[in-house]
């Protein structure tokens, strides 16, 4: 069986409340059970860990190299952090960045990510079906 890890960022744990404009009114926990339902449909094991802590981050993103593929949603992070992008080059496990919103359609700083040259690739814009739609990605083509 297959096993993927979701890693959330920053500020991720405030999903639900948080500019709901933005990011939807579902929450953290709402999303992780669609992300199950989702897996045992697909036959795959997930892990979930969520930080607001750069250095958790990384230490995340290296443990889960041991497993077949990680969401990462690293939230400001991903504009700014060399760290966990040198976390995802050093791991040969593929990663999936994903974002509720689409970050290209956003302020200027969002359209940079320190870490989409080192991804399998990226989903944007989808709310908390950018996740499920990641989920598919990494069962279908790893
Ligand atoms: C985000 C987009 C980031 O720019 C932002 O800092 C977040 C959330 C998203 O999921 O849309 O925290 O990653």
């Not at 045992?40 to 750069?54: D, I, M, R, T």
């Not at 989920?135 to 083509?141: S, Y």
């Amino acid at each position: 069986m297959k096993r993927i890890a979701i890693i959330n960022g920053p500020n991720l744990n405030l999903l639900g409340t948080r500019e709901p404009d933005k990011y939807g009114t579902e929450t953290l926990d709402t999303i992780r059970d669609r992300i199950l339902g989702l897996a045992s449909e697909l036959g795959v094991q997930c892990a979930f860990f969520q930080s607001n802590v750069e250095g958790e981050l990384v230490t995340a993103i290296q443990q889960a190299g041991a497993l077949d593929g990680i969401i990462l949603n690293a939230g400001a992070y991903t504009h700014t952090s060399v760290a966990i992008r040198d976390a995802v080059a050093a791991i040969a496990t593929p990663v999936v960045e994903v974002h509720l919103s689409n970050v290209m359609a956003r302020e200027e700083f969002r359209h940079i990510s320190m870490i989409s040259a080192v991804c399998k690739g990226v989903i944007s814009g989808f709310g908390a079906e950018s996740y499920l739609l990641a989920l598919r990605a990494l069962c279908e083509n790893v």
